[in-house]
């Protein structure tokens, strides 16, 4: 199993409860890994949520798996993804991206 993997078993994720995603339901594969994308959205002084705009074409997300030839990241690194790469999937309210990590732009320090 690749780095992490252990840990990701015991976690129910997303953290904030929506969805409930098992970890021991799936394996991430390779070089991938699974992300869980932020899903806050902005809001005005007045309390309108102001929609995402068009052109954004990149968020952040949290590593929650990795694959075993993953060498850059670990789980909880937060990360910059493109929106427009990987495989997309929803479990309740949270969505997941899994993608090569070699296609993530960032990670915070």
């Known amino acids: 199993m690749g780095k992490g993997n252990e840990e990701a078993d015991a976690q129910s994720v997303p953290p904030n409860g929506e969805g409930g995603l098992r970890m021991k339901a799936l394996q991430v594969l390779g070089e991938r890994v699974l992300i869980v994308l932020d899903q806050r959205k902005e ?57 090569e990590e070699s296609r993530v732009l960032c990670k915070k320090e």
């Open 43 to 99: 809001v005005s002084d007045g309390g309108i949520i102001i929609p995402e705009r068009g052109m954004e074409v990149s968020i952040w997300g949290k590593v929650i798996a990795v694959g075993e030839k993953a060498k850059d990241l670990v789980i909880g690194d937060e990360v910059y993804v493109p929106k427009t790469i990987g495989t997309h999937f929803n479990v309740g309210r949270a969505e997941y991206i899994v993608i």
